[in-house]
């Protein structure tokens, strides 16, 4: 899977490996070079008018090969409506992609590929419709773990003959080696990932969505329907942001920018996506589903993100106020004080905790002294969540987006808006609604957690206490660039709706700005494999999920411990969500059961049960 020859041993292997896919036919013919379509077919990026066709061929001499492709409006073929050549080389990881264009809006179509007389399983798409649209159905999905469990959502949604379309939110792989993040879940069912270390470079990149793609179900998904796909972070690194990652450290794996690029083109070849020739790595585009909705596809993760904010690293120390009069002997003023007009400077001073409450250290001379990092035995200097809100979280100048791409959004929300169509969709990566920290000290079951867990969810009540988010990944932790947001949706958008990823857990929005008035909806999916809170929060899922809905003035509701995905139906009266839960991704024996549905009326901005 990184461009080196295969012999025919290595070829049986992965056909083994991979379950005899898919019907690949013969190992040689008579006069012709064995070549192999080990890892399916893929579409994606559906328009009016066409479509992305993907496959990888495998030649045994590891030489370019020519590939023929044919897209029919009947499986035997006898339609065929557009056909072309392309070239399978070592420079693209011998991955074929292709535009096929020629083709009707609203149309399902069949395609394949021969080389060297040799066929690719068939594969089955469909052209975005135009004009009045009646209905249109989404199956939105993220975080696909190989290792944290079996792809049984993927499998559902491929047997499902009513989806329009994919749509895959991020982290389709992660970068963890069997000794990281998901690692003991594989070792435990046998799901184990190659390579089986980190991944940093372009081989092993390539190697990586290789092993994915040899997938069954993945491979079964991927052939029934097209896809339009984001990334999120883990197809870098763990919370990527424009110039680096959190789980990236230069010092032992290099310059970030190397890897970035390396995640990027593997991206770039092994997703049915359409290439943006001009920029490679602006991959935020837009769809049109005829009059009824645009499918807004933002990145939120590598092109524009300021750097995360941390609570362990970036909380100011609590200050206290001076009398600074006399500039050479400040007067610390009395709690609560009116300084009347006197000149007043803040300090940072340790504080008694042998007092209650705590007290100020008021003697500059000898707070300088002291050592931070060294304090005398009950002295502290204590955090300051106001601060912190003030200075650091709401800071105009961060973004989430980029200045250009912000510019872009509040563009193709309007121009949808204007258009008329009812529905301006946003597609994203990260929980837009609010998520505060949630108390959970007293839902925990600590017979079931390290007791050196503890000091973190005492934090975390910490920050439900002062308001403070969950989570500086998401949205949360760049509310201003979310209010920039909610003003183009207040503005110019007719019916916003938002549906994300990333959380591995399911939830359900309604999103209001900071004056508590509607602007749309959020609907966010489970994972398709990756653990949810259950796998860091032992105890009873229904109370968990209780403590997170008072704590936010958006969430309506939330399930914390299941693995689905969740289905998206659009019509011009309103657009209605249902969550499809898995019975478990341990097991290739699996049920799947309608778990929770919403629906949001066209104009009302607002969720009702379904």
């Given at each position: 899977?990184?461009?080196?020859?295969?012999?025919?041993?290595?070829?049986?292997?992965?056909?083994?490996?991979?379950?005899?896919?898919?019907?690949?036919?013969?190992?040689?013919?008579?006069?012709?070079?064995?070549?192999?379509?080990?890892?399916?077919?893929?579409?994606?990026?559906?328009?009016?008018?066409?479509?992305?066709?993907?496959?990888?061929?495998?030649?045994?001499?590891?030489?370019?090969?020519?590939?023929?492709?044919?897209?029919?409006?009947?499986?035997?073929?006898?339609?065929?409506?557009?056909?072309?050549?392309?070239?399978?080389?070592?420079?693209?990881?011998?991955?074929?992609?292709?535009?096929?264009?020629?083709?009707?809006?609203?149309?399902?179509?069949?395609?394949?590929?021969?080389?060297?007389?040799?066929?690719?399983?068939?594969?089955?798409?469909?052209?975005?419709?135009?004009?009045?649209?009646?209905?249109?159905?989404?199956?939105?999905?993220?975080?696909?773990?190989?290792?944290?469990?079996?792809?049984?959502?993927?499998?559902?949604?491929?047997?499902?003959?009513?989806?329009?379309?994919?749509?895959?939110?991020?982290?389709?792989?992660?970068?963890?080696?069997?000794?990281?993040?998901?690692?003991?879940?594989?070792?435990?069912?046998?799901?184990?990932?190659?390579?089986?270390?980190?991944?940093?470079?372009?081989?092993?990149?390539?190697?990586?969505?290789?092993?994915?793609?040899?997938?069954?179900?993945?491979?079964?998904?991927?052939?029934?329907?097209?896809?339009?796909?984001?990334?999120?972070?883990?197809?870098?690194?763990?919370?990527?942001?424009?110039?680096?990652?959190?789980?990236?450290?230069?010092?032992?794996?290099?310059?970030?920018?190397?890897?970035?690029?390396?995640?990027?083109?593997?991206?770039?070849?092994?997703?049915?996506?359409?290439?943006?020739?001009?920029?490679?790595?602006?991959?935020?585009?837009?769809?049109?589903?005829?009059?009824?909705?645009?499918?807004?596809?933002?990145?939120?993760?590598?092109?524009?993100?300021?750097?995360?904010?941390?609570?362990?690293?970036?909380?100011?120390?609590?200050?206290?106020?001076?009398?600074?009069?006399?500039?050479?002997?400040?007067?610390?003023?009395?709690?609560?004080?009116?300084?009347?007009?006197?000149?007043?400077?803040?300090?940072?001073?340790?504080?008694?905790?042998?007092?209650?409450?705590?007290?100020?250290?008021?003697?500059?001379?000898?707070?300088?002294?002291?050592?931070?990092?060294?304090?005398?035995?009950?002295?502290?200097?204590?955090?300051?969540?106001?601060?912190?809100?003030?200075?650091?979280?709401?800071?105009?100048?961060?973004?989430?987006?980029?200045?250009?791409?912000?510019?872009?959004?509040?563009?193709?929300?309007?121009?949808?808006?204007?258009?008329?169509?009812?529905?301006?969709?946003?597609?994203?990566?990260?929980?837009?609604?609010?998520?505060?920290?949630?108390?959970?000290?007293?839902?925990?079951?600590?017979?079931?957690?390290?007791?050196?867990?503890?000091?973190?969810?005492?934090?975390?009540?910490?920050?439900?206490?002062?308001?403070?988010?969950?989570?500086?990944?998401?949205?949360?932790?760049?509310?201003?660039?979310?209010?920039?947001?909610?003003?183009?949706?207040?503005?110019?958008?007719?019916?916003?709706?938002?549906?994300?990823?990333?959380?591995?857990?399911?939830?359900?929005?309604?999103?209001?700005?900071?004056?508590?008035?509607?602007v749309g909806a959020e609907f966010a999916c489970p994972s398709v494999t990756s653990p949810g809170i259950e796998y860091w929060v032992p105890g009873d899922p229904e109370a968990i999920a209780a403590r997170y809905i008072p704590a936010s003035p958006d969430l309506v509701w939330?399930?914390?411990?299941?693995?689905?995905?969740?289905?998206?139906?659009?019509?011009?009266?309103?657009?209605?969500?249902?969550?499809?839960?898995?019975?478990?991704?341990?097991?290739?024996?699996?049920?799947?059961?309608?778990?929770?549905?919403?629906?949001?009326?066209?104009?009302?901005?607002?969720?009702?049960?379904?």
């Amino acid at each position: 899977m990184r461009g080196l020859p295969l012999t025919r041993r290595d070829t049986l292997k992965s056909l083994t490996a991979a379950g005899a896919l898919l019907a690949l036919g013969p190992l040689g013919c008579a006069g012709k070079r064995p070549v192999h379509f080990l890892h399916g077919v893929a579409s994606g990026d559906p328009l009016q008018d066409r479509v992305i066709l993907w496959t990888r061929v495998q030649p045994e001499d590891g030489k370019a090969v020519s590939v023929r492709w044919e897209v029919a409006r009947d499986a035997g073929f006898e339609q065929v409506v557009a056909e072309g050549t392309a070239e399978a080389a070592h420079g693209t990881d011998f991955i074929v992609k292709v535009d096929a264009a020629g083709l009707e809006p609203g149309l399902p179509y069949f395609y394949r590929f021969t080389s060297e007389e040799q066929r690719s399983p068939v594969g089955q798409t469909r052209t975005l419709p135009e004009g009045d649209v009646g209905s249109f159905k989404l199956a939105v999905m993220s975080c696909s773990h190989y290792a944290a469990g079996f792809f049984n959502v993927y499998k559902t949604v491929a047997e499902r003959e009513d989806i329009d379309a994919v749509l895959h939110l991020g982290d389709y792989i992660y970068e963890y080696g069997m000794d990281g993040y998901g690692g003991p879940i594989g070792q435990e069912i046998g799901r184990l990932v190659e390579p089986d270390r980190e991944i940093l470079t372009l081989a092993d990149y390539r190697a990586r969505y290789g092993h994915y793609r040899l997938d069954a179900d993945l491979q079964a998904l991927h052939a029934a329907k097209p896809m339009i796909a984001i990334w999120d972070d883990h197809e870098t690194a763990n919370n990527t942001w424009k110039n680096g990652a959190q789980n990236h450290d230069e010092e032992t794996e290099g310059p970030y920018r190397a890897r970035a690029e390396a995640s990027l083109k593997a991206y770039l070849e092994w997703l049915p996506i359409r290439d943006n020739e001009d920029d490679p790595e602006r991959i935020y585009r837009s769809f049109d589903i005829g009059n009824l909705a645009r499918l807004i596809m933002l990145d939120t993760r590598r092109i524009g993100r300021d750097k995360q904010l941390s609570f362990e690293t970036g909380m100011p120390r609590r200050r206290w106020p001076f009398d600074v009069s006399e500039p050479s002997a400040p007067i610390a003023l009395a709690e609560g004080e009116d300084p009347g007009t006197r000149p007043i400077e803040y300090f940072e001073v340790p504080f008694n905790m042998r007092t209650d409450p705590p007290t100020p250290v008021t003697d500059l001379a000898y707070a300088k002294t002291l050592n931070p990092e060294a304090l005398p035995e009950g002295l502290a200097y204590l955090p300051d969540p106001e601060r912190f809100k003030a200075e650091l979280l709401n800071d105009e100048s961060r973004s989430m987006l980029g200045a250009e791409q912000e510019a872009w959004a509040a563009a193709e929300i309007q121009s949808s808006a204007e258009s008329g169509q009812t529905w301006q969709v946003l597609g994203q990566q990260v929980v837009m609604g609010r998520a505060p920290a949630a108390d959970l000290m007293d839902v925990i079951d600590w017979s079931k957690m390290p007791e050196e867990r503890r000091p973190f969810f005492e934090a975390v009540a910490w920050r439900a206490q002062h308001g403070l988010p969950f989570s500086l990944d998401s949205w949360d932790g760049y509310p201003p660039a979310r209010a920039r947001l909610f003003s183009q949706f207040a503005e110019y958008a007719r019916n916003a709706l938002v549906l994300a990823g990333d959380t591995h857990n399911s939830w359900a929005f309604n999103l209001q700005d900071e004056e508590s008035q509607p602007v749309g909806a959020e609907f966010a999916c489970p994972s398709v494999t990756s653990p949810g809170i259950e796998y860091w929060v032992p105890g009873d899922p229904e109370a968990i999920a209780a403590r997170y809905i008072p704590a936010s003035p958006d969430l309506v509701w939330t399930d914390t411990s299941h693995r689905g995905y969740t289905l998206v139906t659009l019509t011009p009266e309103a657009a209605e969500a249902d969550w499809f839960f898995v019975s478990t991704v341990k097991a290739r024996d699996f049920d799947v059961r309608l778990a929770k549905s919403f629906r949001v009326q066209a104009g009302l901005h607002k969720l009702e049960a379904g």
